[in-house]
């Protein structure tokens, strides 16, 4: 996670899980659109860049979160814990 200055960090750790079908994938590229104005276009379970790019989709299920500012930034560390999400 790139948060635009080399000394804040956050970690995140949790478990992925590849996305398949399009019609997911294309809630992923239609956001990436809307946000960056960057289009992608999606088949075979992919993203596909104008450039001939292409890469699965993976989806990140968050379990615990750590951030902190600055390299003597431990006083303001801060951990966030999400419960795990039970499905049928």
Known sequence: MNLQVGED??????SCSRVLGDDDINVLAEGVGV???WE?????DRVHTRFGQ???V?????ERVY??????GWESAT????????TD
């Open 79 to 86: 951990r966030w814990d999400f419960p795990a999400v039970l």
């Open 35 to 37: 946000k960056y104005d």
């Open 9 to 14: 960090v956050v970690m995140i750790e949790g």
């Open 58 to 62: 993976f989806r990140l299920n968050p």
């Open 40 to 44: 992608l276009t999606v088949s075979e």
């Open 54 to 56: 292409s890469a699965p």
């Open 67 to 72: 951030g902190w500012a600055g390299i003597a």
